[in-house]
């Protein structure tokens, strides 16, 4: 095989790929990831501005085609629709990648200890962490079965969804200026994200869809000093991730470097979990 073979494995030129919460902290450099490899690229979140105007960004920037798709994740009908659109739009779905999550609009409740935990706030959780992960999943499979060119389906989970946070890390920790924990709705669905990615890799495996899971470990965004340090000493790398470092595990996943890896969860997370 040929240098210039083994390269263009990496290659989506001609693939479209629909991203959830593609205007996040890292949504944006997942997107801007996959236009760099050639795919056209749907951005899907909550902001109808903010997605269109990043996809006309991606569109400048890498020459791909780009849609932006205003969509709740807590709504069954939008998220069908909006797989409908990346479609119709884009000529058809190669890759989903499920990156969505959401800590909901109310941190204090997201970040209340175990003891007084709401159900109505796990149950918002739980509908876009897990619910929205399946139904796209869902209506992308239905997409990619009926193209008869299968696909690949990706789903980002967290090193916390196999194993337990280490609470000590915590103390003293904040993110954007308040207190902050890791509770376990947090753990609770990202281990269904795991549990789920295996299942669906398996059902679907046969169709020539590929599913597999980007298990992360922290990344870089807003906490402070005392968080920082205190993670980076349970990581064997001594460090968090930078956003950019996350994106490459992405695209092999994407690509048809891996075309032989489904039911994978792919640890990016400096050798968190080895420990």
């Known amino acids: 095989m040929t240098g210039k073979a083994r390269t263009d494995l990496f290659s989506l030129k001609g693939k479209s790929a629909l991203v959830t919460g593609g205007a996040g902290i890292l949504g944006q450099h997942f997107c801007r990831g996959l236009a760099a490899a050639g795919a056209n690229v749907a951005v899907l979140d909550l902001d109808a501005k903010q997605v269109a105007a990043q996809a006309t960004e991606l569109e400048r920037e890498y020459g791909v085609k780009a849609i932006g798709l205003a969509c709740d994740l807590k709504n069954e009908a939008e998220i069908v629709r909006a797989v409908q659109a990346c479609v119709d739009r884009l000529g058809s779905i190669h890759i989903l990648h499920n990156n969505a999550a959401t800590k909901t609009s109310d941190l204090n409740q997201f ?10 706030t796990w149950k918002e959780i ?19 079965k009926a193209s008869g060119k299968g696909g690949v389906i990706i789903n980002t989970a967290s090193v916390y969804g196999v194993m337990a946070p280490d609470q000590r890390i915590y103390e003293g920790s904040q993110y954007m200026g308040r207190p902050i924990n890791s509770p376990a709705i947090y753990s609770a669905s990202k281990g269904a994200v795991v549990s789920l990615t295996r299942h669906l890799a398996a059902l679907w495996a046969a169709d020539g869809i590929r599913v597999n899971a980007l298990v992360l470990g922290g990344v870089e965004s807003g906490q402070n000093d005392v968080f920082f340090k205190k993670y980076s000493g349970r990581v064997p790398m001594g460090r968090m991730a930078r956003a950019e ?27 968190l979990a080895a420990w």
């Open 245 to 271: 470092e996350v994106v490459g595990p992405l695209i092999f996943l994407a690509s048809e470097a891996s075309s032989y890896v489904t039911g994978h969860c792919l640890h990016v997370d400096g050798g």
């Open 126 to 144: 739980m509908s876009v962490n897990v619910d929205a992960l399946f139904i796209a999943a869902r209506e992308a499979a239905k997409a990619m």
């Open 111 to 120: 970040f209340e200890s175990t003891e007084k935990y709401s159900m109505e």
